[in-house]
T-cell receptor, first 115, second 114 residues
């Protein structure tokens, strides 16, 4: 059955430290997408990235980078030189072709960046 | 991308009353979703509201409690009926533009039921 696991409930680091948020997924589908969303304290969900199952290239966007490894069914998210504004809850999610791309959400990781 | 506006952004309601949440999208979209997010929890899909068909509800959610309207391709409403304190949540409207699961969200409607 499809599933997304974010084992880290809460992470707290000091500003400027690097931090990695883990995401492990389960699917039997060969065609699927993986996502990361950010939910700051204001509550609005912000899309960060979409990755399809056929593209294992890592992606970097400024201080954000994503490591997709099908061998370990992981899609981890790293923030380099963290800033207080990065404090938020981060959700990893999965959609599959076989489920009409309905999103399956992880439980979320609350990231606290201390000044 | 899409810009999604929700009203109200927050409300405090009395037990037993009903509240209708509006969702307005700045472009025509077919696939629209209503989610609930209880305090400190992940998102739970309430229903899929595609224009031209009846809303499809997920397990645990029923039309009598959460009636949904989708009169056109840019607008939808979700009503939370006969509210109880357990309905206190953030309710989120979202759209999928490319049929991949990539969703754009409204800012959410934070509902507190006393």
């Amino acid at each position: 059955a499809q599933k997304v696991t974010q084992a880290q409930t809460e992470i707290s680091v000091v500003e400027k430290e690097d931090v990695t948020l883990d995401c492990v997924y389960e699917t039997r589908d060969t065609t699927y997408y993986l996502f990361w969303y950010k939910q700051p304290p204001s509550g609005e969900l912000v899309f960060l990235i979409r990755r399809n199952s056929f593209d294992e290239q890592n992606e970097i966007s400024g201080r954000y980078s994503w490591n997709f490894q099908k061998s370990t069914s992981s899609f981890n998210f790293t923030i380099t030189a963290s800033q207080v504004v990065d404090s938020a809850v981060y959700f990893c999610a999965l959609s599959e072709a076989g489920s009409n791309y309905q999103l399956i959400w992880g439980a979320g990781t609350k990231l606290i960046i201390k000044p | 991308s899409a810009v999604i506006s929700q009203k109200p952004s927050r409300d405090i309601c009395q037990r037993g009353t009903s509240l209708t949440i509006q969702c307005q999208v700045d472009s025509q979209v077919t696939m629209m979703f209503w989610y609930r997010q209880q305090p400190g929890q992940s998102l739970t899909l309430i229903a899929t509201a595609n224009q031209g068909s009846e809303a499809t509800y997920e397990s645990g959610f029923v039309i009598d409690k959460f009636p949904i309207s989708r009169p056109n391709l840019t607008f939808s409403t979700l009503t939370v009926s006969n509210m109880s304190p357990e309905d206190s949540s953030i309710y989120l409207c979202s759209v999928d533009l490319e049929y991949t699961g990539e969703l754009f969200f409204g800012e959410g409607s934070r509902l507190t039921v006393l």
